[in-house]
């Protein structure tokens, strides 16, 4: 297996590994994300309904990232991680710039660069596994 690819099964599961533990983060505490995440005063009508549904989508995400991890050379399952990693990008960006209910902190700043390198490195991965999976049995 390709170096670059190992280097990104082990990235893609401690990432996952993180997303599980943050999402769980947020069935615990008394409105964590907000106070970490959506930190604008233009946020409103937050509740535990709100930081559950956020966790619920952070775990999910983290299962999806560790059972890609383990079969990186599954091309769908690949891109539903790919996707999930553009979805977390753009949520966070327009978190920021267009709804205004988070500010550039750390805890927004954060899953930005994870996701961004996250996305370079499987779209760096994607040839590999296609020159993979052509090669005859």
Known sequence: ???????????????????IISGVQAYVGKSVLQSRIYTA??????D???DRLFGLWTVLAGFLRIISSRNVY????????????????????????????????????????ISGVSLIWMCLGLPLIVKNKQKPA
Not at 3 to 17: K, P
Not at 81 to 94: C, D, K
Not at 97 to 111: H, N
């Open 1 to 19: 297996m390709h170096a670059l690819l190992v280097g990104l099964r082990i990235w893609l599961a401690a990432i996952g590994a993180i997303a």
């Open 41 to 46: 005063e233009r946020t409103c009508c937050w």
């Open 48 to 50: 535990s309904l709100t």
């Open 74 to 113: 599954n091309i769908p399952l690949y891109t539903a991680t790919v996707l999930s990693f553009v979805l977390a990008f753009f949520h966070f960006i327009l978190e920021v710039v267009v709804f205004e209910t988070a500010s550039f902190t750390v805890g927004v700043i954060l899953p930005i660069f």
